[in-house]
């Protein structure tokens, strides 16, 4: 009689038809084979495939086995997660620790242990590894000797290189084989449970087609460009030197454009041809917003086809994508990637499997950070730190995009910044200066910065235009700025929801493009990717970056026929909000004084971000390296707690509420009917509904929850009830509210 299969898992068809299991000897194979091909990309195919042997070792003994076969009943999908006497993960991390010595068991069973909930703390709770070690002692003894041979018959594992225990390296590096793990884990289960949808993991281009396809659309756009004019001309000379710096060898790039420059398209042509002359397999675009990576994302698939290009971040509907594209958003296996920085970075922090699975393919990748400058500065310390760990040690090539190039070098003035030493970056545009000078399209005026203006004073000034735009740093200053202007003014800040101001930045482009008056007072949100182009624009007072980016809303074609645009910088009454934003203001001020005229030197842009990242609070202000740094005895790291403390937006004094405008009121009365236990439906109504949202502050929310304004349509869901509370000129009307000085930031 032929032994029962032991079995890894099970599947159910829509019948009800069971399949034959999944063996699950077959299983930690298949695994291993590909955790190992993929840790090959960073010197580690040994690693990924130990962890690929001993990751379900727990689902082997026959306590699980029966619990699978006989509670489970060969449940659909099969997975005995439920009972938690019967934690296999745990299971399989004490036998790594049990068949190697401390330093390779322990990096082992982080891996094992955390598979499917997470890689784990330490220590400090009953989920913590050291928690989980100990009371998983008693079983290790029942898993077959037959699970055990295949993972001590080669000598011991080495690694891959000498490890800092003063960075990033160990924890980064262990987190690295995690998503080799579950990764593979994830791919070979689907395979056995979703044969169909597997096999739809391809047709995408390799990097030779995309090159040739952007290669093919350059020569269009050069022949439909105007090539008399100097902006075209400069940005057929910044792709040049994109091309040209591509053959470098690969490692950290600045790529220093002025606004409107062409970086988007020439930083791409820069990475296609990296990427080809290096064998990098592909390439991440990471913007800083998701209200403007929907532009970049319409480039690229202009160039590309709307099949070849993963939008992936929090605002993505994946379900009017293909397959094809959902399935690539889930582990990045595809050559073009466009991403926020929340995205990006938090991923490189997670624990979690599902935002860690993706990080093995960012090794061998080329990684552009569009407007580098507006890396958070409170993270600045792990970002740098997990760069350099992508360049040194996983084959990365990656490039700050910006017109305002921080200073991200080590320095002799502000020696305990965690820079990288100097000539590591290597400048993409062979001229800058000269680019800066030519690509000149603005001429920007300072008022006294001693005579603060009234808003009334203000107004006077900006009706005198006909197409003029003002930014101020905050909703209320908008606000009452807003409420002084003439009618038929328009009105942007982040009170509107998502999906409004996309309308009104499309009417605005409108205007401008048929020669309409258009006036428009905004927050700082129309600074970064948003492509309009004002003759006149006044910006207060605020950090040199955020006056650059406002300047490349003026002029940005070049298009006054001899003579530039203007940029009226002014004082207002009120002060930038208390933070970060006040200082960067109050640098500017200090810098303006001192500088000799150029607004546009890049030798001012290192002054301000010196000063800028000397004056703030701390880099690491959540103590993220200490918590990733491994502890000389034991190895504790903590990964869960360093993933919870790398949040880049920090929403615990804020609340988000959904707008009925346009068609969000019936998507909102849709949620109501939902079933709280249909979660597939929900995700799908929330992701859409994300269009629809405005984040306001606790005290406000329990204002308007107070008055009656708000309904809850879903559990701990929140919408506005009253359509007289959302304005179609300026959004939701929270002003009369008390409200903390900081709520109104952008």
Partial sequence: MLAPTVIAHIAQDEQGIWAPPQSLKGHLEMVASLSGSFAGS??????????????DLGKSTPEWQIYIREKI?????????RDKTLDHSSLGAVAVEQLFPIHIGRILSYIIAGHHAGLPDWEGSTASLKYRLQQGDSKYSSIPSEYIEPLIKDPLPKLPRLFNPNTLDVSFWIRMVFSCLVDGDFLDTEQYMQKEVSNLRTGFYNIEQLLKLFDSHMISLAAQATAALSV????????ADCRTAAQLSPGLFSLTVPTGGGKTLASLGFALEHAKRFNKKRIIYVIPYTSIIEQTVDVFRNVFGDDQVIEHHSNFDSDYQSQKIRLASENWDAPIIVTTNVQFLESLYASRPGRCRKLH????????????QLLPVEFLHPILESIEQLATHYRTSLVFCTATQPSFEKSSQFPSFPGFEKGLIREIIKDVPSLFRILKRVNIELCDPNTPISWEELAARLVTYDKVLCIVSDRKSCRELYALMPPGTIHLSALMCPQHRTEIIKQIKESLKTNQPVRVISTQLVEAGVDIDFPVVFRALAGIDSIVQAAGRCNREGKLVGQLGQVILFTPARKAPPGILRKASEITEILLHEATGNFFDADLYKKYFTALYWKADSLDSHHILNLLKPDSKTMGIQFRSAAKAFTLIDDSNSETILIPYGAGKSLIERLQFIDTQMEPSARYLFRKLQRYAVSIYKNQFQALLQRGSLKEVYPKVFALQCDVEYSESVGLLVDELPSDPTAYIG
Avoid: Y
């Avoid at 009943?73 to 997660?81: A, D, L, Q, R």
């Avoid at 075209?232 to 792709?239: A, D, F, K, P, Y």
């Avoid at 393919?361 to 580098?372: P, W």
């Fill in 42 to 55: 960073f010197s580690s195919s040994f690693w990924g495939k130990l962890a690929g042997l001993a990751h």
């Fill in 361 to 372: 393919n960012i090794a061998e990748s080329v990684v552009i950070f569009d407007e580098a």
């Fill in 232 to 239: 075209n001309q400069m940005r057929n000379q910044v792709l």
């Fill in 73 to 81: 009943g060969f449940e659909k999908e099969g997975e005995p997660e």
